[in-house]
DNA sequence: TAACAATAGGCAATCGTTTGCCTAACTGGG
DNA sequence: CCCAGTTAGGCAAACGATTGCCTATTGTTA
């Protein structure tokens, strides 16, 4: 096991007390030491490695410079840039990130959670399970700082919380595909419960209500089930233009197989991702789609983290605040106006 | 600030001790509690919503129970499948971890090694950055357990890695363009000095030994990188067949510029990818590439990493695995033979 | 019935930092 | 020369969990 050196060794070898030491290291006001004792000590810290423990220092009170990150899925992209802009912020100020993948798996999200208290971290921010609401129940009781990311906490309402603007989504989606022309569209989404998710294809609905047909496919949240979808909709629907793919993984899937079965996308069909995975411009591709913001999402959430942690904002503050999204133009929609 | 119970509140309430909480939360061996005293302990623990302090255990000697992970690119699908796949080992132990993106920042990564050692996290997985191999040194000194990644540790040799077959990438993407009958290729990969990298170029050019021409062009690590040598290849050397991209944004660049000229790929010019970006089979994608075999590394370094750890192998033990690869063919290599 | 093991649980030191409370030496004004 | 302020730094009590060392019951066996 490592040794690590401590304020006592340090102080005995620059003949003063662990006290001094410290003050010398936190170069707090209000304490009185001569240049002679600080040079001292700070040969004897350099000499003997020493590094301080975060742990006896927490122990005391102070803040252990950790902020937990409870995400559902890194491998999707969407989170990982929320987790790169997040810790651009939090980087400054000089905290720490412990970063979980859930899995969107409730049992994993409870025991990370459980753990993220016991390292006692400072904050936290969590985009929750699907069905895991109870697990915060905890963090909110203790009043641990909190910031919720792009998923709601159903049935409660005093929280912050950075959303994403699901209705919007479909909504400036299939007003994309109407300006085009296309009267038959299919949306393909998630099945889920989480009402944050069957927003998108409520907008997709509204923006088409009395001015063309929406044929919804609710299926799950993978390639497969992307393609599935897209297959249902083929078959079924053959009046369908134009495919909005409400995730990024089912649209990767549901793409495949429109090319599969020999559509030319932006020509034979349309297709409009909602997300901005990193392949919607790679190679040969160039797909409409629309810009969820993810960057500042993650920014705005450790901003707000930050002012919860400081306290700079009053003890029950709770905003939630929606993320504005764009559309990308690319080059997947056919104009059949 | 959050108030947490502690053990003495438990065991106020359940009218014993602190240390028999402790030893009925911890069911050391060797300790009798009865059954009565265990209930009235447990009934305690739910009703004050206890939960312990790693701070406090680890200053005790205990297991932090954190691992500290640095990649030089979060963005990098090779690092965040990396971290995906150790986490998932790490999981199963009781370990959280501490994620860290160094932007190939030796000052950033000096900054979060130190942070990594003052929460005396229990081991370490670090791909370090191009010229930061001095910032690992006191890690090495205090021996920390540490699992380099991918890059070494230039001029150390007594460290534990997994490393990835740079010279196997270059070699098998080149075989597989000589077996299709290319005979001018061109290598566009990072101007950098670190030898691992270098020896993908190498690796191409082995393959075309007195079998053809290979043009190499060392460019910046980025999109832009990757257009800028691209270009200059067709302008300076018509001849070339075929291109084989380093990195994985270098190609994503690359590529674009290749289309942008004209260049429908995989019939008028030939291309493989080093590394298996989402978006090489996204879409109408579907490229030939060397699979690093990412998710293997993650695994393998969190298994290094653990036996280290639990000190299940020697204290002096040192090994360096190298992570196979493999060739996924695609359609982005035409047949000239 | 004395002696011993098994069962049960309290006491207090310890880990490494932080910080409030002292003391002590100097300096300068009256 | 005395007292107040400034400068310098030691002492020791926390923080919360762990664990070695006790003591005090029981139950068991010779």
Redesign the pocket.
Known sequence: MAR?????D??ERA?????????V??S?S?????????EKVMKAVDELD????N???S????EVKLIGILVPQFENQFFTRIIVSAEKVFMKRGYDLVICDTLDNPGREKDFLRRMLEQRVDGLIVTPTVEGTENTALIRKLGIPMVVVDRPLPGVDDYCRIATDNYGFGKLAAGELQRLGHKNVAYIGWNTKVSDLLLRAEGVRDAYEGRGNVVVEATGFSDEGGCEGTLHVLKDHPEVTAFIYGFNMQAKGGIRCLTDAGKVIGKDTSVIVIGSPEWVNAGSNDFTHVDMGDSEVGSKAAEMLLSLISGSCSPDFKKQIVQECSLVKGTSVADIK
């Open positions: 690590y050196t401590t304020l006592k340090v102080a003949g003063t007390t662990a006290s001094t030491v410290s003050y290291l936190s707090k209000g304490r009185y030491i001569s240049q002679a004792t600080r020493y590094i301080k423990s742990s006896a220092a122990l005391k009170g102070k």
